[in-house]
């Protein structure tokens, strides 16, 4: 049988209004007011999948939306910071190599000489990082924020928001097999549905759980 990929078609960009905030939602707030120039130093922290980098995407492309020079940079990717740009959504902060150590301070220091936004973020809060103290307590220096992960209920209820925006209304057999058989990741969640989505209107199939689990198969998707 011929594999499947599990989207159709690139994501939808991330978005602030696309974040399935439950708990979070005084972060979502707080970033709003930094997108606003009221917040210059941002630094986000949790577990892998809590949103992070869907939040940092989403601020960068927002930021660029409203006519900011801005850029979401992942851990590795070169930080110049003399390229103009006056909004960095910097990711991954606990995987900076010294280069990228370095660039992010040089960066941190132009911004609060000239004005500037950046937004960071991290597995684990900045004095736990490991980077150059000085780094550390410059990331720890504006405001620092934990970003709760989704409970099973939150979950649950992101997936089914998501179902209704492609115009699905998922049984809950279905959503609780895909939250109990593959892996915890809602960015994998979500393009799973995209896929189930497209799979049913390609064949002409209901979305039912005997569905799914033909397609989890076909895309190789592993058991979480």
């Known amino acids: 049988m011929q594999q499947l990929a599990l989207e159709l078609a690139?994501?939808?960009a991330p978005s602030f209004d696309s974040f399935f905030a439950a708990r979070n939602?005084?972060?979502l707030a707080i970033l709003r007011e930094a997108l606003a120039g009221h917040q210059p130093y941002v630094?986000?922290?949790g577990p892998r999948g809590s949103g992070k980098?869907?939040?940092?995407?989403?601020?960068a492309i927002e930021a660029g939306e409203n006519g900011q020079l801005a850029r979401y940079v992942a851990a590795g990717e070169s930080i110049d910071a003399e390229n103009g740009e006056h909004v960095i959504a910097a990711d991954d902060a606990h995987r900076l190599d010294m280069v990228?150590?370095?660039a992010l301070f040089d960066l941190y220091n132009r911004f609060r000489t000239e004005g500037g936004t950046l937004v960071s973020a991290g597995d684990r809060p900045p004095g736990d990082l490991p980077l150059r103290e000085d780094l550390r307590t410059r990331l720890g220096a504006g405001l620092v924020l934990r970003l709760e992960p989704l409970t099973d209920e939150e979950k649950t209820a992101a997936i089914s928001v998501h179902?209704?925006?492609r115009g699905l209304e998922l049984a809950p057999e279905l959503v609780d097999y895909l939250l109990t058989h593959v892996t915890r990741d809602m960015g994998t969640q979500m393009a799973i549905i995209d896929t189930l989505d497209r799979v049913s209107l390609e064949r002409k199939r209901p979305i039912t759980l005997p569905l799914l689990r033909e397609v989890l198969q076909l895309t190789g998707t592993r058991p979480g």
């Open 163 to 165: 179902g209704r925006r």
């Open 43 to 45: 630094y986000l922290w």
């Open 25 to 27: 939602t005084a972060v």
């Open 53 to 59: 980098t869907h939040l940092l995407q989403a601020f």
């Open 10 to 12: 690139p994501a939808p």
């Open 100 to 102: 990228g150590q370095l």
